[in-house]
């Protein structure tokens, strides 16, 4: 049974920086692409941005370019975001996902298999 598992989120104030982390387990392939998503307050879920994980290109969401970064370190199974620069906009539920067909892709129901979220506000 393949599970995601995110650690990392807190509460941080404006302008600094969190670094999320992914572990997976029970995978018996190696994803297509992984992928951040987030849910702000009362909204839906929303492309962060998603790395392909035999060759580490990396796609962001306009609103994160150049303030977050998606690595993956693939021999310990594990995706990580590095969020610099965070804004109360920032604030919501992060979530880490995975698609073993994919390629590239920010579209929610692309990825099936999908962490439990973590929290992350940004207080101003």
């Known amino acids: 049974q393949i599970q995601l598992v995110e650690f990392g989120g807190g509460v941080v104030q404006v302008g600094g920086s969190l670094r999320l982390s992914c572990a997976a387990s029970g995978l018996t392939f190696s994803p297509r692409t992984a992928g951040w998503f987030r849910q702000p307050p009362g909204r839906e879920r929303e492309f962060v941005g998603s790395i392909t994980w035999n060759s580490g290109s990396a796609d962001y969401a306009d609103s994160v370019k150049g303030r977050f970064t998606v690595s993956a370190d693939n021999a310990k199974n594990t995706l990580y975001l590095q969020m610099n620069g965070l804004q109360p906009e920032d604030t919501g539920v992060y979530y880490c996902?995975?698609?073993?067909?994919?390629?590239?892709?920010?579209?929610?129901?692309?990825?099936?298999?999908w962490g439990q979220g973590t929290q992350v506000t940004v207080s101003p």
């Open positions: 996902a995975a698609t073993r067909w994919r390629l590239r892709s920010s579209t929610v129901s692309d990825y099936a298999y």
